[in-house]
C-alpha cells in the first residue's frame, strides 16, 4: 500500500499527524513503510525504555502467549503476583494494582485517595494538584491536570482538584482544608515543558503532609522505571510517598500500568476497582523482562552517565546557538530555546530522518531510549546544529 492509498479517514482525527506510517521499529530506530529510517528521541513518549521491540520484551511476549494471555481478573496469575512481588521489593510500597494505561492508574489512585478520605477522614476527598501538570486524558485525569488548554474542555469538570505551583510550599498550605485528602504531583511536569519538583520541595511537601495527616502521591508515569537514572525518581529526593502510580516505561512499549500503594493505604474494598485487562499476564511478563533489565544498578548508572552526556551536548549546542537552559535529569531533558520556534524545528528534524518532540512552543523535550548510544545522541545533536544553523541564517537574510 503506497501513502497515498493509506485509509487515513478510518480513524478519527485526534492530532496533527505527519502522513508517514510506520512498520518497523528497533533500539533507536523506526522505518516507515517507504523504507525510510528514522532515529527516535520520542520513543512514544518515553514508554520505549529499551528502545523498539526489544528482544527481551518480543521473547517474554511470545512465550507468554503460548502459555496464557487472560485468565480473568477474577483469578490470580503467576505473571502479575510476580510483578507485584518485584515492583514491592524495589520499592517502599506494599501493595500493586494494575492497569492498562497511565491515566486508568491515576484515576485509581485518585479514587484509592477518595475512599481513604471516607473512611478514614470525615469524607475528605480534595486532592491539591499543580498548575501545569498532566495526569491524563479521562475525565477526572484531565480535571486533576493543570494544563490550561484542558481548562474549556468537556464540562463540568470533576471537582476537588484545586492546584498549587510546583516548588511553592505556602501555595500548598493555603489549599489545605478539612475537606483536603493528598496532594498529587509528578516529580518533574513531562508535558508542561519538563520542571522539575526540587528535592526540597519534594522534603518540604513530605513533611507537611505528614504533619496534616495528608496523602502524598506521586505520578511517576513518566518519570519511573529508570527513566532519571533511579528506578523511581522519589528516591532521589529521600522520601516515601504513599501512593505512586507507573506507567509508559514499565511495559517497555506494551500496555501496563500500575497503582502502588502502602498498607496502611491500601484501602479498596470488594467491588471499588477493577477492569477487564487489568493485571493479564501477557502485559505483566513483558514487565517482568522490563523491569529485571532496568532494575540492574548498571543500567541505572548508565542512564545517569548517558543522561549527563546529552545534557552536555544540549547545553554546548544551546551556547552555540544562543539558546535557554536544559532542564531535567537523567533521560527526560527539555532545551529552552527562548522563542516559539519549536514545531517548526520538530517538521525539519523529521524531514532529515529524526523524531523529536515539542511539548512548548518554545521547548524541545528528549526521551529517547534508556539504553542510546552516545553515537546516536551524536547524531541526533547533528541534526539539530543543522536546523538550527539554518534557522539563525534564515533570521539573520530577513
Ligand atoms: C505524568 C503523566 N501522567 C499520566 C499520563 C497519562 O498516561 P497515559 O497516556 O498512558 O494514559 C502521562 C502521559 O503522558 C504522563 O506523562
Redesign the pocket.
Known amino acids: 500500500m503506497t501513502n497515498a492509498t493509506h485509509p487515513f479517514d478510518a480513524l478519527m482525527e485526534i492530532t496533527a499527524r505527519p502522513r508517514s506510517v510506520f512498520v518497523r521499529g528497533e533500539g533507536s530506530f523506526l522505518w516507515d513503510d517507504s523504507g525510510r529510517r528514522y532515529l527516535d528521541f520520542v520513543q512514544g513518549?518515553a514508554v520505549n525504555c529499551l528502545g523498539h521491540s526489544p528482544q527481551i520484551v518480543a521473547d517474554a511476549l511470545a512465550a507468554q502467549a503460548k502459555r496464557l494471555i487472560t485468565p480473568s481478573p477474577a483469578f490470580y496469575n503467576d505473571m502479575s503476583l510476580k510483578l507485584a512481588q518485584a515492583l514491592i521489593e524495589h520499592s517502599c510500597f506494599e501493595r500493586v494494582f494494575f492497569a492498562n494505561?497511565?491515566?486508568?492508574a491515576?484515576e485509581g489512585a485518585i479514587k484509592l485517595a477518595r475512599k481513604y478520605g471516607a473512611l478514614h477522614k470525615n469524607g475528605a476527598h480534595e486532592i491539591i494538584t499543580f498548575e501545569g501538570g498532566?495526569?491524563?486524558?479521562t475525565l477526572a485525569?484531565m480535571s486533576a491536570s493543570g494544563k490550561k488548554a484542558f481548562e474549556p474542555l468537556f464540562e463540568p469538570k470533576v471537582q476537588g482538584f484545586p492546584k498549587a505551583r510546583l516548588n511553592d510550599l505556602a501555595s500548598v498550605e493555603r489549599l489545605i482544608s478539612d475537606g483536603t485528602v493528598g496532594v498529587m504531583l509528578?516529580p518533574i511536569q513531562?508535558?508542561a515543558g519538563v520542571w522539575p519538583a526540587t528535592d526540597r520541595f519534594l522534603r518540604d511537601l513530605r513533611e507537611l503532609t505528614k504533619a496534616r495527616g495528608l496523602l502524598l502521591i506521586l505520578?511517576e508515569?513518566?518519570t519511573g522505571v529508570g527513566r532519571t537514572g533511579k528506578l523511581f525518581d522519589y528516591e532521589r529526593a529521600e522520601i516515601a510517598p504513599d501512593i505512586m502510580t507507573l506507567?509508559?516505561g514499565i511495559g517497555g512499549g506494551v500496555p501496563l500500568?500500575a497503582l502502588l500503594a502502602t498498607e496502611a493505604v491500601s484501602c479498596f474494598e470488594h467491588g471499588d476497582q477493577g477492569g477487564t485487562f487489568c493485571g493479564n499476564p501477557l502485559m505483566c511478563a513483558a514487565g517482568l523482562a522490563v523491569l529485571k533489565r532496568v532494575s540492574a544498578p548498571a543500567f541505572l548508572k548508565s542512564v545517569t552517565s548517558t543522561g549527563l552526556y546529552l545534557e552536555g551536548e544540549l547545553q554546548r549546542l544551546s551556547v552555540r546557538h544562543g539558546l535557554g537552559e536544559v532542564r531535567g535529569r537523567g533521560l527526560l531533558l527539555a532545551l529552552d530555546l527562548k522563542m516559539p520556534i519549536a514545531a517548526s524545528i520538530v517538521a525539519q528534524a523529521f524531514e532529515e530522518g529524526v523524531l523529536l518532540n515539542a511539548p512548548k512552543s518554545d521547548a524541545l523535550r528528549f526521551m529517547p531510549a534508556l539504553n542510546v548510544t552516545r553515537e546516536e545522541i551524536d547524531s541526533m545533536i547533528d541534526c539539530l546544529d543543522s536546523v538550527l544553523t539554518r534557522m539563525g541564517a534564515a533570521r539573520w537574510v530577513a
Open positions: 513518549w494505561c497511565g491515566a486508568e491515576n498532566f495526569h491524563g486524558r485525569t509528578e513531562g508535558e505520578d508515569i513518566q506507567g509508559k500500568a
